[in-house]
Antibody, heavy 117, light 107 residues
Framework: QVQLVQSGAEVKKPGASVKVSCKAS????????INWVRQATGQGLVWMGW????????GYAKSFQGRVTMTWNTSISTAYMELNSLRSEDTAVYYC??????????WGQGTLVTVSS | DIQMTQSPSSLSASVGDRVTITCRAS??????LAWYQQKPGKVPKLLIY???TLQSGVPSRFSGSGSGTDFTLTISSLQPEDVGTYYC?????????FGPGTKVDIK
C-alpha cells in the first residue's frame, strides 16, 4: 500500500532552517509528483510547491520562493523540503503529498515545525 | 497568480439540510477544480475533481458544479459525519492554490 512517512517534529529558533523528509513506499517513486502543503493550527491549507522526481523539475509558490528548496533521493525514495530563514509565522504542520493527474491522492502524516525563541 | 475565495467561511446547518458552498477563482480555470474534505484531526480527503466528478467511495449526497470562475459544492442532505472543513483547489496550472476553507458543523 502507498505510504508517505515523514520525519518527526522539529523546534527551531527564528532565522534557522528546517529540513523535513518524506519517505515513499508502495509505488514507483519517480512515477508521481510530490507536492508540499502546510497548515498552521486552526488555519487553512497552503500550497508550497511541487517536485517531479522523474524530470527533475520543481516549482515553488511565490510566497516561499527564495526560502524553500525541494529535493529528493531516488535511491531511497525520499523527498525533502528545506525552509530557510524561519520566522514564527512558519510554525505549522508540513505535509508531503503524492499527486496523480494534478490531484492529491495520498498524504503524509504531517510534521509539526515550531519556530520559537 | 489566480486567487481562490470561498463563501461562506463557516456555516451551521441541521441534519438533513441541503448545504451549498461556493468557490470562486479570480480568473477562469475551466473545470480544473477539486474539493477536499478535512475532518477534525485528520488529513484532507479528495471528494470531487474536474469540478463535478465524484471520487470513488464518496457518498452520492455530495455533488459539484461550475466551470470557469464559479463553482459550487453541494451536500444534498447533511449528515453528522460531514462535519469538517471543505477546501477547493485549482489545478489547471501551478501554483495549485487552495481556497481558504469553509467550516461546516451541525446546528
Amino acid at each position: 500500500q502507498v505510504q508517505l512517512v515523514q520525519s518527526g517534529a522539529e523546534v527551531k529558533k527564528p532565522g534557522a532552517s528546517v529540513k523535513v523528509s518524506c519517505k515513499a513506499s508502495g509505488y514507483t517513486f519517480t512515477s508521481y509528483d510530490i507536492n508540499w502543503v502546510r497548515q498552521a493550527t486552526g488555519q487553512g491549507l497552503v500550497w508550497m510547491g511541487w517536485m517531479n522526481p522523474n524530470s527533475g523539475d520543481t516549482g515553488y509558490a511565490k510566497s516561499f520562493q527564495g526560502r524553500v528548496t525541494m529535493t529528493w533521493n531516488t535511491s531511497i525514495s525520499t523527498a525533502y523540503m528545506e525552509l530557510n530563514s524561519l520566522r514564527s509565522e512558519d510554525t505549522a504542520v508540513y505535509y508531503c503529498v503524492r499527486v496523480f493527474d494534478y490531484l492529491v491522492d495520498y498524504w503524509g502524516q504531517g510534521t509539526l515545525v515550531t519556530v520559537s525563541s | 497568480d489566480i486567487q481562490m475565495t470561498q463563501s461562506p467561511s463557516s456555516l451551521s446547518a441541521s441534519v438533513g439540510d441541503r448545504v451549498t458552498i461556493t468557490c470562486r477563482a479570480s480568473q477562469g480555470i475551466s473545470n480544473y477544480l477539486a474539493w477536499y474534505q478535512q475532518k477534525p484531526g485528520k488529513v484532507p480527503k479528495l471528494l470531487i475533481y474536474a469540478a463535478f466528478t465524484l471520487q470513488s467511495g464518496v457518498p452520492s449526497r455530495f455533488s459539484g458544479s461550475g466551470s470557469g470562475t464559479d463553482f459550487t459544492l453541494t451536500i444534498s442532505s447533511l449528515q453528522p459525519e460531514d462535519v469538517g472543513t471543505y477546501y477547493c483547489q485549482k489545478y489547471n496550472s501551478a501554483p495549485f492554490t487552495f481556497g481558504p476553507g469553509t467550516k461546516v458543523d451541525i446546528k
